[in-house]
Protein backbone atom coordinates (compact mmCIF):
# COMPACT_ATOMS: atom_id res chain seq x y z
CA UNK A 1 0.00 0.00 0.00
CA UNK A 2 1.05 3.46 -0.51
CA UNK A 3 2.48 4.87 2.58
CA UNK A 4 1.09 8.83 1.22
CA UNK A 5 -2.35 7.37 0.80
CA UNK A 6 -4.72 8.29 4.16
CA UNK A 7 -4.84 5.12 6.65
CA UNK A 8 -6.85 6.57 9.17
CA UNK A 9 -10.47 7.09 9.39
CA UNK A 10 -10.93 10.25 7.32
CA UNK A 11 -13.96 11.41 5.19
CA UNK A 12 -13.03 13.10 1.65
CA UNK A 13 -11.84 17.03 2.60
CA UNK A 14 -10.49 16.53 6.03
CA UNK A 15 -7.14 16.41 8.02
CA UNK A 16 -5.56 13.31 7.63
CA UNK A 17 -4.74 12.45 10.95
CA UNK A 18 -1.29 12.54 11.59
CA UNK A 19 1.43 10.37 13.31
CA UNK A 20 5.08 10.30 13.71
CA UNK A 21 5.70 8.26 11.19
CA UNK A 22 3.55 9.62 8.45
CA UNK A 23 5.64 13.11 7.60
CA UNK A 24 8.29 12.12 5.39
CA UNK A 25 7.34 8.01 4.30
CA UNK A 26 5.75 9.30 0.91
CA UNK A 27 6.38 13.07 -0.99
CA UNK A 28 9.22 14.87 1.58
CA UNK A 29 11.04 11.50 2.75
CA UNK A 30 14.64 12.31 3.25
CA UNK A 31 15.37 8.98 1.82
CA UNK A 32 13.68 10.50 -1.72
CA UNK A 33 16.43 11.40 -4.30
CA UNK A 34 15.43 15.20 -5.09
CA UNK A 35 14.94 15.71 -1.22
CA UNK A 36 18.12 17.75 -0.20
CA UNK A 37 18.14 19.31 -3.13
CA UNK A 38 14.30 20.53 -3.12
CA UNK A 39 15.24 21.22 0.98
CA UNK A 40 18.32 23.66 -0.42
CA UNK A 41 16.07 25.40 -2.87
CA UNK A 42 13.92 26.26 -0.30
CA UNK A 43 16.57 26.84 1.92
CA UNK A 44 17.95 29.75 -0.84
CA UNK A 45 14.82 30.97 -1.09
CA UNK A 46 14.40 31.60 2.66
CA UNK A 47 17.60 32.22 4.77
CA UNK A 48 18.15 35.40 4.00
CA UNK A 49 15.54 36.94 5.56
CA UNK A 50 15.40 34.25 8.50
CA UNK A 51 19.06 35.52 9.46
CA UNK A 52 17.57 39.45 9.17
CA UNK A 53 14.94 38.01 11.41
CA UNK A 54 17.76 36.81 13.75
CA UNK A 55 19.83 39.60 14.20
CA UNK A 56 16.69 42.41 14.24
CA UNK A 57 15.92 40.59 17.22
CA UNK A 58 19.53 40.80 18.75
CA UNK A 59 21.16 37.26 18.81
CA UNK A 60 24.37 37.06 19.80
CA UNK A 61 27.21 34.63 20.11
CA UNK A 62 26.99 32.63 23.51
CA UNK A 63 22.88 32.22 23.14
CA UNK A 64 21.48 28.48 23.42
CA UNK A 65 19.26 28.13 20.37
CA UNK A 66 17.17 25.35 19.10
CA UNK A 67 16.00 24.75 15.72
CA UNK A 68 13.09 22.63 15.49
CA UNK A 69 12.79 20.65 12.12
CA UNK A 70 15.99 21.66 10.62
CA UNK A 71 15.70 19.84 7.47
CA UNK A 72 18.62 20.73 5.51
CA UNK A 73 20.36 22.34 8.36
CA UNK A 74 21.69 25.94 6.84
CA UNK A 75 19.89 27.53 9.49
CA UNK A 76 21.65 25.90 12.44
CA UNK A 77 24.98 26.32 10.00
CA UNK A 78 24.75 29.93 10.40
CA UNK A 79 23.82 29.96 13.83
CA UNK A 80 27.00 28.22 14.84
CA UNK A 81 29.06 30.22 12.50
CA UNK A 82 27.68 33.70 14.60
CA UNK A 83 28.88 31.68 17.77
CA UNK A 84 25.08 30.49 19.09
CA UNK A 85 25.22 27.26 20.86
CA UNK A 86 22.63 25.39 18.54
CA UNK A 87 20.77 22.38 19.02
CA UNK A 88 18.84 21.15 15.77
CA UNK A 89 15.87 18.57 16.06
CA UNK A 90 14.45 17.01 13.13
CA UNK A 91 12.08 13.21 12.67
CA UNK A 92 15.30 12.50 10.41
CA UNK A 93 18.47 13.86 10.65
CA UNK A 94 20.25 12.50 8.26
CA UNK A 95 20.99 15.84 6.65
CA UNK A 96 22.15 17.38 9.82
CA UNK A 97 25.09 15.05 11.06
CA UNK A 98 27.67 16.88 9.53
CA UNK A 99 26.54 19.77 11.61
CA UNK A 100 28.16 18.14 14.61
CA UNK A 101 31.75 18.77 13.93
CA UNK A 102 30.45 22.53 14.02
CA UNK A 103 29.54 21.48 18.09
CA UNK A 104 25.90 21.80 17.41
CA UNK A 105 24.04 19.03 19.04
CA UNK A 106 21.92 17.34 16.19
CA UNK A 107 18.97 15.48 18.10
CA UNK A 108 16.20 12.55 16.57
CA UNK A 109 13.31 14.50 18.28
CA UNK A 110 9.06 15.17 18.01
CA UNK A 111 8.53 18.31 18.81
CA UNK A 112 4.93 17.18 19.93
CA UNK A 113 6.10 14.35 22.08
CA UNK A 114 9.59 14.68 23.11
CA UNK A 115 10.96 17.28 25.56
CA UNK A 116 13.29 19.39 26.94
CA UNK A 117 13.46 20.52 30.50
CA UNK A 118 11.44 23.90 30.88
CA UNK A 119 14.19 27.00 30.17
CA UNK A 120 16.59 25.31 28.00
CA UNK A 121 16.84 28.23 25.26
CA UNK A 122 17.28 32.12 24.65
CA UNK A 123 15.68 31.52 21.37
CA UNK A 124 13.74 28.65 19.25
CA UNK A 125 13.09 28.63 16.11
CA UNK A 126 11.09 26.71 13.62
CA UNK A 127 10.35 26.74 9.45
CA UNK A 128 7.97 25.14 7.31
CA UNK A 129 7.05 22.76 10.08
CA UNK A 130 4.13 23.64 12.53
CA UNK A 131 1.46 23.65 9.98
CA UNK A 132 2.23 19.84 9.03
CA UNK A 133 1.49 19.05 13.02
CA UNK A 134 -1.74 18.04 14.11
CA UNK A 135 -1.95 20.91 16.46
CA UNK A 136 -0.40 23.59 15.94
CA UNK A 137 -0.85 25.54 19.29
CA UNK A 138 -0.32 22.76 21.51
CA UNK A 139 3.21 22.52 19.68
CA UNK A 140 3.92 26.19 20.38
CA UNK A 141 2.62 26.14 24.36
CA UNK A 142 5.64 23.25 24.43
CA UNK A 143 7.97 26.05 22.54
CA UNK A 144 7.48 28.39 25.15
CA UNK A 145 7.86 26.16 28.03
CA UNK A 146 11.52 25.77 26.50
CA UNK A 147 12.45 29.13 26.41
CA UNK A 148 13.86 30.96 28.87
CA UNK A 149 12.64 34.14 30.80
CA UNK A 150 12.84 36.74 28.27
CA UNK A 151 13.94 34.14 25.55
CA UNK A 152 12.24 34.84 21.59
CA UNK A 153 9.96 32.66 19.81
CA UNK A 154 10.70 32.70 16.00
CA UNK A 155 8.12 31.30 13.62
CA UNK A 156 7.59 30.87 9.78
CA UNK A 157 5.41 29.41 8.29
CA UNK A 158 3.47 29.49 4.90
CA UNK A 159 0.26 30.08 3.31
CA UNK A 160 -1.62 29.00 0.28
CA UNK A 161 -3.61 31.30 0.00
CA UNK A 162 -1.69 33.41 -2.63
CA UNK A 163 -1.53 29.75 -4.93
CA UNK A 164 -4.90 28.62 -5.21
CA UNK A 165 -6.48 31.69 -7.05
CA UNK A 166 -3.13 31.73 -9.91
CA UNK A 167 -4.62 33.61 -13.26
CA UNK A 168 -2.22 30.49 -14.12
CA UNK A 169 -5.22 27.80 -14.93
CA UNK A 170 -2.54 25.02 -14.24
CA UNK A 171 -0.37 26.41 -11.72
CA UNK A 172 -3.77 27.20 -10.22
CA UNK A 173 -5.47 23.48 -10.65
CA UNK A 174 -2.00 21.83 -9.47
CA UNK A 175 -1.74 23.99 -6.49
CA UNK A 176 -5.45 23.31 -5.45
CA UNK A 177 -5.11 19.66 -6.12
CA UNK A 178 -1.42 19.68 -4.17
CA UNK A 179 -3.19 21.45 -0.99
CA UNK A 180 -5.92 18.64 -0.81
CA UNK A 181 -3.14 16.24 -0.85
CA UNK A 182 -1.20 17.37 1.93
CA UNK A 183 -4.33 17.80 3.89
CA UNK A 184 -5.01 14.60 3.08
CA UNK A 185 -2.21 12.27 3.68
CA UNK A 186 0.42 14.43 6.26
CA UNK A 187 -2.36 16.81 7.59
CA UNK A 188 -1.06 19.96 6.54
CA UNK A 189 -3.10 22.90 7.47
CA UNK A 190 -2.24 25.86 4.22
CA UNK A 191 -4.24 28.15 5.87
CA UNK A 192 -3.07 28.37 9.93
CA UNK A 193 -0.26 30.64 8.99
CA UNK A 194 -2.62 33.37 8.29
CA UNK A 195 -3.94 33.53 11.61
CA UNK A 196 -0.51 34.16 12.77
CA UNK A 197 0.80 36.53 15.40
CA UNK A 198 -2.47 35.76 17.59
CA UNK A 199 -1.60 32.02 18.58
CA UNK A 200 1.67 33.65 19.97
CA UNK A 201 -0.59 35.63 21.89
CA UNK A 202 -2.60 33.12 23.25
CA UNK A 203 0.65 31.39 24.15
CA UNK A 204 1.16 33.91 26.29
CA UNK A 205 4.37 35.81 24.40
CA UNK A 206 4.79 39.59 25.01
CA UNK A 207 5.83 41.84 22.34
CA UNK A 208 4.53 39.66 19.09
CA UNK A 209 4.96 41.18 15.74
CA UNK A 210 4.09 39.88 12.36
CA UNK A 211 6.05 40.46 9.17
CA UNK A 212 4.58 38.73 5.79
CA UNK A 213 5.70 38.50 2.64
CA UNK A 214 4.21 37.49 -1.27
CA UNK A 215 7.16 35.93 -2.80
CA UNK A 216 7.56 36.70 -6.38
CA UNK A 217 8.95 34.06 -9.10
CA UNK A 218 9.48 33.26 -12.91
CA UNK A 219 9.09 30.40 -15.26
CA UNK A 220 12.57 28.72 -14.92
CA UNK A 221 13.85 29.99 -11.97
CA UNK A 222 14.67 28.12 -8.55
CA UNK A 223 11.34 28.95 -7.13
CA UNK A 224 10.05 27.28 -10.49
CA UNK A 225 12.10 24.11 -10.17
CA UNK A 226 11.32 23.90 -6.22
CA UNK A 227 7.90 23.68 -7.13
CA UNK A 228 8.37 21.03 -9.70
CA UNK A 229 10.23 19.23 -6.78
CA UNK A 230 7.59 19.30 -4.71
CA UNK A 231 4.71 18.48 -7.26
CA UNK A 232 7.15 15.88 -8.52
CA UNK A 233 7.61 13.76 -5.47
CA UNK A 234 3.76 14.08 -4.57
CA UNK A 235 2.70 12.90 -8.25
CA UNK A 236 1.91 9.12 -7.79
CA UNK A 237 -0.15 9.74 -5.03
CA UNK A 238 -2.10 12.52 -6.40
CA UNK A 239 -2.92 10.76 -10.17
CA UNK A 240 -3.73 7.44 -7.92
CA UNK A 241 -5.79 9.53 -5.13
CA UNK A 242 -7.71 10.68 -7.96
CA UNK A 243 -6.93 14.93 -7.40
CA UNK A 244 -5.62 15.20 -11.21
CA UNK A 245 -4.23 13.34 -13.93
CA UNK A 246 -0.55 13.17 -15.59
CA UNK A 247 -1.66 15.49 -18.00
CA UNK A 248 -1.71 18.47 -15.28
CA UNK A 249 1.35 18.00 -13.77
CA UNK A 250 2.48 18.14 -17.52
CA UNK A 251 0.77 21.48 -18.10
CA UNK A 252 1.80 22.95 -15.05
CA UNK A 253 5.99 22.01 -15.57
CA UNK A 254 5.29 23.60 -19.42
CA UNK A 255 4.19 26.89 -17.05
CA UNK A 256 6.98 26.61 -14.16
CA UNK A 257 9.46 26.14 -17.35
CA UNK A 258 7.94 29.38 -19.38
CA UNK A 259 10.00 32.67 -19.43
CA UNK A 260 6.67 33.84 -19.46
CA UNK A 261 5.26 32.28 -16.60
CA UNK A 262 5.63 35.39 -13.27
CA UNK A 263 3.27 34.58 -10.54
CA UNK A 264 3.41 34.04 -6.80
CA UNK A 265 5.10 31.58 -4.44
CA UNK A 266 3.68 30.63 -0.94
CA UNK A 267 2.82 33.38 1.18
CA UNK A 268 5.44 33.49 4.34
CA UNK A 269 4.14 34.53 7.98
CA UNK A 270 6.85 35.28 10.42
CA UNK A 271 6.09 35.65 13.77
CA UNK A 272 7.89 36.41 17.55
CA UNK A 273 7.35 36.97 20.82
CA UNK A 274 9.68 37.01 23.78
CA UNK A 275 8.79 34.95 27.08
CA UNK A 276 7.86 36.94 29.94
CA UNK A 277 11.44 38.10 32.16
C1 LIG B 1 9.45 21.58 5.03
S1 LIG B 1 10.81 20.95 5.92
C2 LIG B 1 11.54 22.48 6.54
C3 LIG B 1 13.00 22.31 6.89
C4 LIG B 1 13.66 23.55 7.49
N1 LIG B 1 12.96 23.96 8.71
C5 LIG B 1 13.73 24.70 6.52
O1 LIG B 1 12.88 25.59 6.60
O2 LIG B 1 14.64 24.72 5.68
C6 LIG B 1 10.04 20.32 7.38
C7 LIG B 1 11.02 19.60 8.30
O3 LIG B 1 10.37 19.38 9.56
C8 LIG B 1 10.64 18.05 9.98
N2 LIG B 1 9.53 17.65 10.86
C9 LIG B 1 8.26 17.34 10.49
N3 LIG B 1 7.53 17.01 11.57
C10 LIG B 1 8.35 17.14 12.66
C11 LIG B 1 8.20 16.92 14.05
N4 LIG B 1 7.04 16.50 14.56
N5 LIG B 1 9.26 17.14 14.89
C12 LIG B 1 10.45 17.55 14.36
N6 LIG B 1 10.67 17.75 13.04
C13 LIG B 1 9.64 17.56 12.18
C14 LIG B 1 10.74 17.26 8.68
O4 LIG B 1 11.43 16.05 8.84
C15 LIG B 1 11.47 18.26 7.77
O5 LIG B 1 12.86 18.12 7.84
Known amino acids: MN ?32 EQRRLGLMQSALDR ?80 VLVHLPDQEAALARLVEWLSPGGVLLVEEPSASSIVDSPHEAYRTIARAFCTHLRQTLGTDTRWARTLPVPLERAGLLDVALDARLPVFNGGDD ?16 VAAGLVEDADFEAAYRELASPDFHDLSLAVFTAWGRRAG
Open 3 to 34: AYIPQVDQRPGERGGWTRERYGQGGFSHAIDS
Open 49 to 128: HTRARFEALGLKSGDRVLEVGGGGGSVARWLAGQGARVTVTDLDTTFLEDLTDLGVRVLRHDVCTDDFPPGSFDFIHTRY
Open 223 to 238: EAEWWRLNLEQSRKAM
